[in-house]
Nanobody
Framework: VQLQASGGGLVQDGDSLRLSCAAS????????VGWFRQAPGKEREFVAA????????LYSDSVKGRFTISKDNAKNTVYLRMNSLRSEDTAVYYC??????????????????WGQGTLVTVSS
């Protein structure tokens, strides 16, 4: 399956953005879809994940209450709604898929297909 992440851009502190992750060449039906981000000079960081079947979700503490992950079955797309953006949210955001158990959703090494990334820049 190929993943296409989109929706990034330049916003102001406090603004909102919605990222999209679309699948092609397959579907998300047997996967958990995760969002990660990587800021310059930093390691890739888990943001959120959603199980396609059942819709269970997980968020990192840094985004809980501000970001919402959701899915559209008909469009085979996962979204990341980001509210109250801060300068520390500036990063390249990646979507990826895994079949690992929930306790490992935050670990990037268990994801095997990755999108190309979309840049989010939050200006203060």
């Amino acid at each position: 399956v190929q993943l296409q992440a989109s929706g990034g851009g330049l916003v102001q502190d406090g603004d909102s953005l919605r990222l999209s992750c679309a699948a092609s060449g397959g579907s998300f039906s047997s996967y958990t879809v995760g969002w990660f981000r990587q800021a310059p000079g930093k390691e890739r960081e888990f943001v959120a994940a959603i199980r396609w079947s059942g819709g269970g979700t997980l968020y990192s503490d840094s985004v809980k209450g501000r970001f919402t992950i959701s899915k559209d079955n008909a469009k085979n797309t996962v979204y990341l709604r980001m509210n109250s953006l801060r300068s520390e949210d500036t990063a390249v955001y990646y979507c990826a898929v895994t079949r690992i158990i929930r306790s490992s959703w935050a670990l990037p090494e268990y994801y095997y297909y990755w999108g190309q990334g979309t840049l989010v820049t939050v200006s203060s």
